[in-house]
């Protein structure tokens, strides 16, 4: 199974991509690559490339997962992630919390 898309630009994510394990491939220039690639094609055939899908939250006309579908992105955002890419999306929102608490966004500051 191959998955493809041609939609580009902010808001266009592709719904799956097709992946293969080519190790050592950042080293490799174009040429090398791509006999590298046909190389697993040809040796692996089916078990070569590997379909990663997009989950997308559907909420299906319910009121209730259309308000759950915040919440259900940014779990499923955060399952994909690895312990130390949470950890800095963590960091960096707690971060972001403590500078808008010192500069007194959302306070009413400057308001009379």
Known sequence: MVAGTNLHGWGRTV???SVMRI??????????????IEEVLHRDRRRAVTVVERRVPYHGGSAAALAATVPVLAW????ALTLAERLS???WAALW??????AGVGRG????
Do not use: C, K, N, T
């Open 76 to 79: 499923e955002h955060f399952r």
């Open 97 to 102: 919390m403590v500078v808008r608490a010192r």
């Open 109 to 112: 500051r400057g308001r009379r």
């Open 23 to 36: 190790p050592g491939w950042r080293e490799m220039s174009p040429g090398e690559l791509g006999r590298a």
């Open 89 to 91: 999306w963590l960091v």
């Open 15 to 17: 719904p799956a991509w």
